[in-house]
Structure formats: structure tokens, C-alpha cells
């Protein structure tokens, strides 16, 4: 099993936990947030708070071996049901080709406007072993 616990660019865990596990094939992230390099600073936009998240995501998939394209399975954490729409469409733009598995909840969050962890295969199915 190998364990990632600072992705390069991404803020580091504010608890004991791994950004990200790799088991196997598959990779299993840690909830991201739209951290633009500490808690504090993050988009205005909420779009732009999506794509943001999805770039720490993204980081933490290379670190361990994967990619955005390789995701399998999302779980999205939005803490008011209007961000559904806006949320669908930055989602699209990102992972519209082939969109993965997914649920959504609205939930109260401490700080964040969202959280995204993922399940995703490994690039080289060789790297997890």
C-alpha cells in the first residue's frame, strides 16, 4: 500500500490522514477543497472554488500514479442545494468526456463551500503493485 501524504502544490493534511491511498489498482483521495495553497485562500467564484478543487485533486491523482481521466467514482460535499447548477456545469467542463459515478449531499461544512474526494484507477496498473 502506498500512502501520499503532501502532494506537491496542494495544502497539507489539517489532521492525521493521507491526502491519498493507493490499494491495489485504485487510488481512494482524501475530501479536497478549493485551497488555493492555505485554508484561507480560495476563489470567489464558486465555479472557479470547482475547478480549483479539482486541480488539488488532480495533484494528488498524479502524485499517487493517476489522473482526472481515471476517476471511477466522485463524492461531492456542496453546502447550499443552489450550487447544484453551477456545480453540474464546472463538473462537466472537467470530467464531461466519460463522467464517473457519483453522489452528491448537501451538507454544513466548517470554512469551504465544498468538498471533493474521488476513487480513481491507477495509470499503470503495474504502480500499485
Known amino acids: 500500500m502506498k500512502r501520499i501524504h503532501s502532494a506537491p502544490g496542494t495544502i497539507s ?20 477543497i478549493p485551497s488555493l495553497g492555505s485554508l484561507e485562500e480560495q476563489p470567489d467564484n464558486f465555479k472557479d472554488q470547482v475547478r480549483q478543487t479539482f486541480a488539488n485533486l488532480a495533484a494528488i491523482l498524479e502524485a499517487a500514479g493517476s489522473s482526472l ?25 472537467i470530467l464531461g468526456h466519460a463522467p464517473p459515478a457519483r453522489t452528491t449531499v448537501c451538507v454544513q461544512l466548517w470554512g469551504v463551500s465544498l468538498e471533493i474526494d474521488c476513487v480513481a484507477e491507477l495509470i499503470d496498473m503495474e504502480v500499485g503493485k
Open 13 to 32: 493534511p489539517v489532521g492525521p490522514y493521507s491526502q491519498a491511498v493507493v490499494s491495489g489498482h485504485l487510488v481512494f483521495t482524501a475530501g479536497q
Open 69 to 93: 481521466s481515471h476517476i471511477v467514482k466522485v463524492n461531492a460535499y456542496l453546502t447550499d442545494p443552489d450550487q447544484l447548477v453551477p456545480f453540474n456545469e464546472a463538473y462537466k467542463e
